[in-house]
């Protein structure tokens, strides 16, 4: 179990860095606007499942490897734009849909999460992330080394959770404001598609891996 004096400031630097608006939260931000909260949730919640293999990687030393491979670095950024800017052309194609209703896009629960899940899975800073940081805050003479790592990463999933939802509920309400304007709401699904699509434009072009 990782000592108390170790889990408070990791904990710490996970809520700053969770709360600092970057590729997770301008994803549920562009999914709670295109199709409201529902989604924008359940976005959430696939996009916090998608970090566990992340997690479990690091735990079991995969993660080191990958970390230390420019081609699979590459290909997984790549990946992970590429997905996104289908998401964001979907959301453009079909700004139209909703016009007139405040009702949340009318998606399975299942698909929603696996497209959240994929971006989170695809999205190469994670793996960077826990590589550079989780193992900071290990202390090996507490115990096993792996189940500090998984537990670390559990309390980082926990507070991705709580934040992102905020972001989430609040991007979602924005929506049902515009909505009483289906001009309005139209503007906004195809808003939220455009920040998606230059979210993954950014992910293709950001630095490589050093």
Not at 133 to 140: G, W
Request: aromatic share 6%; glycine share 14%; proline share 5%.
């Amino acid at each position: 179990m990782v000592p108390l004096d170790h889990l408070l400031p990791f904990l710490a630097a996970a809520t700053v860095l969770i709360l600092i608006p970057g590729p997770s939260v301008l994803f549920v931000l562009g999914r709670s606007i295109a199709h409201g909260r529902r989604v924008g949730v359940l976005s959430v919640v696939g996009n916090g499942l998608g970090t566990v293999p992340a997690v479990l990687a690091v735990a079991f030393g995969v993660g080191a490897v990958v970390a230390a491979s420019v081609v699979a670095f590459t290909v997984l950024k790549l990946a992970g734009a590429a997905y996104l800017v289908w998401l964001g052309v979907q959301a453009i194609r079909h700004r139209h849909d909703h016009v007139g209703t405040v009702a949340e896009a009318p998606r399975g629960t299942g698909h929603v999460l696996r497209e959240g899940f994929v971006v989170g899975a695809t999205n190469p800073k994670t793996i960077a992330f826990f590589v550079a940081i989780l193992p900071q805050f290990v202390d090996p003479s507490a115990g096993p080394v792996r189940g500090q790592l998984l537990e670390l990463g559990l309390v980082f999933l926990l507070v991705a959770l709580a934040c992102d939802s905020v972001w989430a509920l609040l991007a979602g309400t924005a929506r049902t404001w515009f909505a009483r304007s289906p001009r309005r709401l139209a503007t906004l699904g195809g808003t939220g598609g455009v920040m998606m699509i230059g979210l993954g434009g950014t992910l293709a072009v950001s630095g490589s891996k050093s």
